[in-house]
């Protein structure tokens, strides 16, 4: 852990993202002890529950990709996709 943290602050990471299957505690405690932010979950390993942003493979997709880039830009942008979401 020490080494993974010494590396994100390094490369000035903005952003590190719990897999919605996997408990965010390690997530967490990265961003805490780095200034990254942890805000932003990300479907990895499975889809979604039915009605979440995840509930098929586009719309995993889709809330993936706007996780990712709120990470990159603070928050400041998402990804929009029409028709999707």
Do not use: W
Not at 48 to 58: I, L, R, T
């Amino acid at each position: 852990m020490a080494n993974l943290t010494d590396q994100i602050r390094r490369e000035g990471v903005r952003a590190v993202f719990p897999e919605s299957s996997l408990s965010p505690k390690v997530a967490q405690a990265i961003a805490r002890d780095t200034g990254a932010s942890s805000n932003h979950t990300l479907y990895g390993d499975t889809l979604g529950p039915k009605g979440s942003a995840g509930a098929s493979y586009v719309t995993m997709e889709h809330a993936n990709a706007d996780a990712m880039v709120r990470g990159f830009t603070g928050g400041a942008r998402g990804c929009a996709i029409p028709g999707i979401g």
